[in-house]
């Protein structure tokens, strides 16, 4: 959000913040859009957008719960989906980490590795209901609380073979044990860095970048926005494996649009499980 180089603009102040928002057509003079029809945009942190018609993506309330657009069957899955899958090359097999694993994205790269034939799934999170649901329903098959101790003893001690591939929503520490993890020809997924954003100073970790040279690793980062091609696949197999019962997906919601800041904040506080979702007029 502040005024640094990244690939989101930089915010500015007294204008409206924006985001992902799904809702229903008030008025429209535009074609093809009319009032009652569901639409997805990106002018989230208000009660009416107006927009141009080409910024806006019909959906289909029948064919799933509105707010699985923003999430599951939206950005946030799509994130999880090319991440592992397109950037990440997950082969039948390999052993997984990934952090901010209860959260929005990182509960679905789990589900979908171990749905691909990943052979071990180890997952971090900031609580200990968080990690008990990594492993009793995401079918994660470790789980640790990186506020417990070292993000690299704990990772070594559910991972003791090493692990081939990292995703990561972190960055940080969470990034530097996962760099002394990886086995030779391992490659990191580099998602988010939510450890960040907060920061005022620069991260002290990863320490260990070095180690990338003698293992071979690739460290690639990664925007959803280049894998759009992706979509219908994503669709296709994420509603088959919702259909099928075969992946869970989990939605925080909060009521009203006088909590939205709330929101945010508790989002980066992990108050969330699964995508953060605020709900306006029930
Ligand atoms: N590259 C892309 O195209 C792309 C697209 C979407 C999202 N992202 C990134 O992917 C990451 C996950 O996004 P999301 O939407 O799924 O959010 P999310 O994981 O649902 O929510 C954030 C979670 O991060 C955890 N967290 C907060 N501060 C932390 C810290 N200091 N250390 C470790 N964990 C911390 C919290 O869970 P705990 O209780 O576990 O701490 C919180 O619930 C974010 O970094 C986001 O910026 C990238």
């Known amino acids: ?28 003079e535009a074609e093809g859009f009319a009032p ?22 019909k959906v289909d309330p029948a064919a799933a719960p509105l707010s699985a657009y923003l999430g599951v069957l939206g950005m946030t899955g799509l994130t999880a989906y090319a991440g592992l899958l397109a950037v990440g090359g997950l082969k039948e097999g390999d052993k997984v980490f990934v952090s901010g694993a209860a959260g ?3 509960g679905m790269v789990g589900q979908i590795a171990k749905l691909k034939g ?5 997952g971090s999170a900031g609580s200990a209901e968080k990690v008990a649901k990594l492993v009793d329903a995401y079918g994660y098959d470790a789980a640790f609380n990186y506020k ?4 690299a003893e704990q990772l070594a001690q559910a991972a003791p073979d090493g692990i081939d ?28 860095a939510i450890a960040q954003y907060n920061e005022t100073t620069a991260p002290a970790a990863p320490r260990n970048l070095a180690l990338a040279i003698g293992k071979r690793l690739r460290l690639e980062g990664m925007l959803v926005g280049d894998h759009a091609a992706l979509q ?4 296709a197999e994420v509603s088959g494996w919702l259909k099928s019962g075969e992946l869970r997906s989990e939605e925080t919601v909060v009521d009203g649009f ?6 945010f904040l508790d989002l980066l506080r992990g108050v969330n499980t699964g995508k953060m979702v605020v709900r306006l007029d029930g």
Not at 3 to 26: C, H, I, N, Q, T
């Open 258 to 263: 006088e909590r939205t800041a709330d929101a």
């Open 104 to 106: 929005a994205v990182g």
């Open 232 to 235: 219908p696949q994503f669709v």
């Open 1 to 28: 959000m502040n005024d640094v180089r990244s690939y989101v603009p930089p915010f500015k102040l007294g204008e409206a913040m924006d985001g992902g928002a799904v809702g229903y057509v008030v008025a429209s």
């Open 165 to 192: 591939l990292y995703f990561d929503n972190v960055g940080g520490d969470h990034l530097e044990a996962a760099i002394g993890a990886l086995t030779v020809h391992g490659r990191a997924v580099l998602c988010g």
């Open 36 to 57: 009652g029809d569901a639409v997805l945009h990106g002018l989230g942190w208000r009660e009416y957008a107006t927009l141009d018609a080409r910024r806006a993506v």
């Open 148 to 151: 417990d101790g070292p993000v």
């Open 118 to 122: 990943a052979s071990l799934v180890v």
